[in-house]
């Protein structure tokens, strides 16, 4: 079995078809987005603060901007990619900038507690056997007065999460169990988050329970990806900053047409289908709201006049008035009351009817157990079925 990183489980939960092409079939893209270019040099000039440190230097505040200046000239390259289409790489290069001055007034002279490593290795089992492997990187793990353990992380992003989220994250909780497994004699440790555009610190601490419960979700997470035979693509605002636009089915044609100039992008064939169909579908909207409010006026003529006919110059139309006894529906109310009453009658089955497409969702989220859902799948079959869904493109310069 492999050894994993929670970089490398958060791409599987985020995108299957992600973690496939970047862990499994190794294609390796040259690009680079900026924002993680930026995150890279300020993690590396914050090492060399509190290395430095470590052997009684105390870097000055400009002497650490020089070494910021130069390393981002020595590692930019021209497949750096900037997605935003507002801002330049300098005003990311001044925000790494202001990040490393702000940290720098907040802590400097970095002597508040006792640096163990910085970019610390971890190498750990989440069980006993040594199957379910894990590695990854401690920004800095430091001891304070009182032998409380820091694990710290540092934050380049442009959103400032809750604390209700650093209580659920799982990255430094996993970190939490490789320094426990390494040091077995450490009592308390906590998990700090610096985020450094906002200047705020996040601390977190997780039980024993905790992570007892944390090592068996996330063995359960690895199970799940060592059996995956199906890698589907996910969707979400990251889809941005992904380096295979070219190999993914919801993708592909927008980075196919995307550079076309305005008059080769018109008569692309999936263009012209897309724009043929939006405009067929406003017309059928507005077709059927029409069609709505002319059906209401023939009922209330037909109410009015005492009819149940009415003739056109070529067509006639019939009108049919029921009455019919309609109950709560699922979401109702008095819809749990109704249920009960049946089935204490013992009537249930006579008047229940299967939900095929809840049961379908409730296989494929794996809600029941095992052997279940196994004797249901064996009634069951796979039927390919086609969709068109409409949707509005976003601007990107929004």
């Not at 995108?15 to 893209?29: N, S």
């Not at 914050?46 to 200046?69: G, I, W």
């Not at 820091?150 to 809750?162: C, E, N, Q, R, V």
């Not at 709201?289 to 006026?297: W, Y």
Request: aromatic residues 10%.
């Amino acid at each position: 079995m492999s050894i994993y990183s929670h970089s490398q489980l958060s791409t599987y939960e985020e995108c299957p078809l992600k973690y496939k092409l970047r862990y499994r079939d190794k294609i390796k893209r040259d690009t680079e987005g900026v924002e993680a270019f930026l995150g890279s040099r300020v993690h590396e000039t914050l090492k060399k603060c509190y290395d430095d440190a470590r052997l009684t230097k105390v870097n000055a505040l400009p002497d650490l901007l020089s070494f910021y200046e130069t390393i981002w000239g020595q590692n930019w390259h021209d497949e750096i990619v900037v997605t935003r289409k507002d801002v330049t790489p300098g005003h990311y290069k001044a925000l790494g900038k202001k990040m490393i001055e702000t940290y720098y007034s907040r802590y400097a002279p970095f002597g508040s507690d006792t640096t163990i490593d910085t970019e610390m290795r971890v190498v750990f089992s989440l069980d006993d056997g040594g199957k379910y492997q894990l590695q990854g990187y401690i920004d800095r793990l430091s001891r304070s007065g009182d032998g409380i353990y820091h694990i710290h992380d540092y934050k380049t992003s442009a959103h400032l999460p809750g604390q209700s989220d650093a209580d659920s994250d799982r990255q430094l909780a996993l970190y939490h169990i490789g320094v426990k497994r390494r040091w077995p004699d450490i009592q308390q440790v906590r998990l700090v988050w610096h985020y450094l555009a906002f200047d705020r610190e996040l601390v977190s601490a997780r039980s024993d329970d905790t992570l007892t419960e944390l090592a068996t979700g996330t063995r359960k997470l690895i199970d799940d990806i060592e059996t995956a035979t199906d890698f589907p693509p996910g969707e979400s605002r990251l889809c941005e900053w992904c380096e295979y636009p070219d190999l993914c089915p919801r993708r592909k044609h927008l980075y196919m047409v995307e550079s076309l100039p305005v008059n080769q992008y018109l008569k692309e064939p999936g263009v012209i289908l897309v724009n043929r169909f939006a405009e067929l579908k406003d017309k059928a909207a507005e077709i059927g709201e029409e069609m709505d409010l002319v059906r209401d006026a023939i009922v209330d003529y037909a109410k009015r006049e005492q009819v149940t006919a009415i003739k056109g110059s070529g067509s006639q139309v019939r009108i049919k008035f029921d009455k019919k006894l309609r109950f709560p529906g699922k979401n109702d109310e008095g819809r749990r009351e109704l249920d009960a009453a049946i089935i204490r009658a013992g009537k249930w089955m006579e008047v229940s009817q299967l939900d095929a497409t809840a049961l379908s969702r409730a296989i494929e989220k794996s809600a029941w157990d095992e052997r279940l859902i196994n004797a249901v799948l064996s009634h069951g079959r796979i039927e390919e079925t086609s969709t068109v869904f409409m949707s509005k493109v976003k601007n990107n310069d929004e």
